[in-house]
């Protein structure tokens, strides 16, 4: 046997070695990825104030970075002034935005007994008359239905604060959170180069390239969410909320925060807007008149969405289509609850990028490759 068929030999026997390596790779990702997603889920309970806190120190250590870099600027010092800044921030925030909410959500209890009505003396008969399905609806019992559930709205604050000192446990879990969050933050922010260093450090060295290479492209796809989706979804409340103030809706603020809110399922935001601010503005008004300009408050708010918002906010990098966000914030209410509702589009947006990687390495493949 030939030196040139020793060498192919040993190509071959370098590339089956090669392929293997890259095959148990995949398999070790694919492990650790269930592993942490078991672990996550058994956890959920207690693990929402070290998600917020893991979040907050996420979006805030790149601005904690360029403060470092100036020369008045410590490491220590950074992360007291990023920190006292955002917990001063969210505060005034929070302070400012509940009595408003508060006052807007009496103002709408306070309509009720007029939606009541009229639905009793104008929207029931017309019912009857164009619709034989509503013929036998006896209005009396209607009005009383509504009333009893208006009764119950009415004290759901009074039942919830109720239920929450009666558990002490849930009353001690919330405070926990309330109290956890900040502190976590303020660990995270401030040790935060140390644990990435320290788990760059803990993967196979055969292992390393790549998964920098992964962990460039989920935190450019973290940094377009979470810097960017959040973002516009806070412009578009205030853009809500201003527009109809303008328009003269009174319940502005409240249909103008739901709408923002969310505004991070696609068209969702739109469509909620519109059907709370028409019925708002019908009920205000009793007539049509203050339809149209709540209709054109949506329209420049969605306008600026596609053109201006989005695309300098957060640009095309989380790549989701549409039906796949809907999918994602389904199952993530379904399997984790609110919580799941909130880290359903990031997760997606993350294991996005886990599976073109895999894709490419299947593609790449014998299984594929070979006729």
């Not at 925030?93 to 939606?115: A, D, R, T, Y």
């Not at 329209?299 to 695309?311: A, N």
Request: charged content about 15%; glycine content about 6%; proline content about 3%.
């Amino acid at each position: 046997m030939g030196k040139n068929d020793m060498k192919g030999i040993d190509s071959t026997s370098s590339q089956r070695r090669s392929i293997r390596l890259i095959e148990g790779v995949d398999n070790v990702i694919l492990f650790a990825l269930a592993l942490l997603f078991g672990f996550v889920y058994l956890l959920l309970p207690i693990l929402f104030p070290f998600i917020a806190a893991a979040l907050l120190a996420y979006l805030s250590s790149s601005i904690v970075s360029r403060l470092e870099k100036l020369r008045f600027f410590s490491r220590s010092l950074a992360v007291s002034t990023v920190f006292i800044t955002i917990i001063f921030l969210l505060s005034s925030l929070f302070l400012l935005i509940l009595p408003l909410i508060e006052q807007q959500i009496s103002l709408l209890v306070q309509k009720v007994p007029e939606v009541i009505l009229w639905l009793k003396i104008t929207a029931l008969p017309w019912l009857k008359v164009n619709f034989s399905t509503f013929s036998q609806l006896d209005a009396e019992k209607l009005q009383q239905g509504l009333q009893d559930n208006l009764g119950s709205a009415s004290s759901i604050v009074v039942s919830i604060l109720s239920s929450i000192s009666a558990s002490g446990v849930s009353f001690l879990n919330g405070v926990a959170t309330f109290v956890l969050t900040p502190v976590l933050m303020f660990y995270f922010l401030r040790d935060w180069e140390t644990l990435l260093a320290k788990m760059h450090n803990a993967f196979p060295r055969s292992m390393e390239k790549r998964v920098a290479i992964l962990a460039l492209e989920v935190d450019e796809v973290l940094s377009a969410f979470f810097k960017g989706q959040i973002l516009v979804m806070f412009c578009l409340a205030v853009i809500y909320s201003i527009g109809l103030s303008i328009a003269g809706l009174e319940f502005a603020l409240l249909v103008g925060l739901i709408a923002g809110l969310v505004s991070f399922v696609p068209y969702l935001g739109l469509i909620t807007g519109l059907v709370f601010g028409c019925l708002a503005a019908f009920f205000q008004l009793h007539d049509l008149s203050l339809i149209v300009p709540v209709l054109v408050v949506f329209g420049l708010g969605q306008l600026l969405e596609s053109i201006v918002l989005t695309p300098l906010l957060v640009g095309d990098k989380i790549g989701l289509h549409p039906v796949a966000v809907i999918f994602a914030v389904m199952v993530g209410g379904q399997l984790f609850g609110f919580t799941g509702i909130l880290l359903a589009l990031p997760i997606a947006a993350v294991l996005l990028v886990f599976i073109k990687f895999f894709e490419q390495r299947y593609k790449k493949s014998k299984l594929y490759l070979e006729a």
